[in-house]
């Protein structure tokens, strides 16, 4: 079979999703028109052409802009079935999903508002998909430990809809050594840990997300190539990397998708998987991803295997399901 083909149609999981980087444009256009809240841009084309970014701070910046149309439970509800439609698409058979209370909280939507509307679409995938779907809790690192703390409380009656819980937003200046005493409550509550480090930062990011906050897998971790010792400990440990490639490029992370490291971290033996991050923002959802990364870098179908099976591995499903992937 051609590799795109076997690219499209082979049985994914994906563990690095921002479900508020799956608005699109026009959902979001019409989520503020059935909410009354007005939006700097003139029409869905003059918000799609604000899409260009130079860096994660840039992108960030429009992202948490596009979320102020979220108000209610159906909001979210909805925005996570409009995502899973894709995914399912793209035979996505499970799909650990990020999400940004705070961004929410802060506008005074209630805690219950966005895990009740996000849970429920969840239940509803599988129904409606056979995607076995779960939700990952992300605390903002530009905000305060005190801030995640307190997010974490108003989480606690929720702490049966969610499986773990990930750190997210401007990483530079924000090491995960700030989030130490928040993560280590969150282990106590038996909750996954995992955090973004080294997508724009520095390979001691990923040092520590793994030493301090106890992370099960690193969300980006490309820069780990630059510091061998931590390969190896990588690639020994099989901490799965999420590796997002379009938004690696959309981000200038890496200038052209041709210079992306994706091969060297396989080749290495480490356990990096393909993701779409913001799929509504960086022009893709994961047979993008896996189509535009592959032709780029000349990856191979055994690249294909091992990434299929790395993302299952890697996942925090049921043994039951991860065994017919792995
Ligand atoms: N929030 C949404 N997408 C993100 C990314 N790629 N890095 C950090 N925070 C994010
Ligand atoms: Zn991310």
């Not at 996570?80 to 439609?85: P, V």
């Not at 049966?160 to 969150?186: Q, T």
């Not at 930062?201 to 793994?210: D, F, H, K, N």
């Not at 990364?293 to 996942?315: I, K, P, W």
Request: hydrophobic residues 45%; proline residues 5%.
């Amino acid at each position: 079979a051609r590799l795109p083909d076997l690219l499209r149609a082979m049985p994914k999981a994906e563990l690095h999703i921002h479900i508020e980087g799956s608005l699109e444009p026009e959902l979001i256009f019409a989520l503020a028109e059935r909410n009354g809240v007005s939006l700097p841009y003139a029409s869905v084309e003059a918000l799609r052409q604000a899409y260009a970014f130079s860096n994660l701070q840039s992108f960030l910046d429009i992202y948490y802009a596009g979320a102020s149309v979220l108000l209610k439970e159906q909001d979210f509800h909805d925005m996570a079935m409009a995502y899973f439609e894709r995914a399912a698409a793209d035979k996505v058979l499970r799909a650990e999903l990020f999400f940004d209370p705070q961004t929410h909280t802060a506008r005074g939507v209630p805690m219950a508002t966005v895990i009740d509307g996000l849970h429920r679409a969840c239940v509803d995938a599988k129904a409606a998909f056979g995607i076995d779907a779960a939700l990952i809790l992300c605390f903002l690192r530009h905000l305060s430990e005190d801030e995640a703390i307190e997010t974490l409380q108003q989480a606690l009656p929720h702490l049966d809809k969610i499986i773990g819980v990930g750190l997210d937003s401007s990483e530079v200046g924000h090491p995960p050594e700030k989030f130490a005493r928040v993560f280590a409550r969150c282990g106590e509550l038996g909750l996954h840990r995992v955090a973004h480090a080294g997508e724009e930062g520095p390979p001691a990011y990923i040092r520590s997300a793994l030493d301090v906050l106890h992370a099960e897998r690193i969300d980006h971790g490309v820069q780990a190539v630059h510091d061998p010792v931590l390969m190896q400990r990588l690639a020994a440990g099989r901490i799965p990397l999420t590796v997002c490639p379009l938004s690696n490029q959309k981000l200038c992370v890496f200038p052209d998708l041709a210079d992306h490291n994706l091969r060297a971290l396989l080749d290495a033996g480490l356990c990096a998987t393909v993701n779409s991050d913001d799929p509504a923002y960086f022009g893709g959802y994961m047979n993008d991803n896996f189509l535009q990364v592959f032709a780029a870098t000349g990856l191979d179908a055994r690249h294909a295997y091992q990434l299929g099976r790395n993302a299952f591995e890697g996942s925090f499903a049921s043994d039951e399901l991860k065994r017919g992937y792995i």
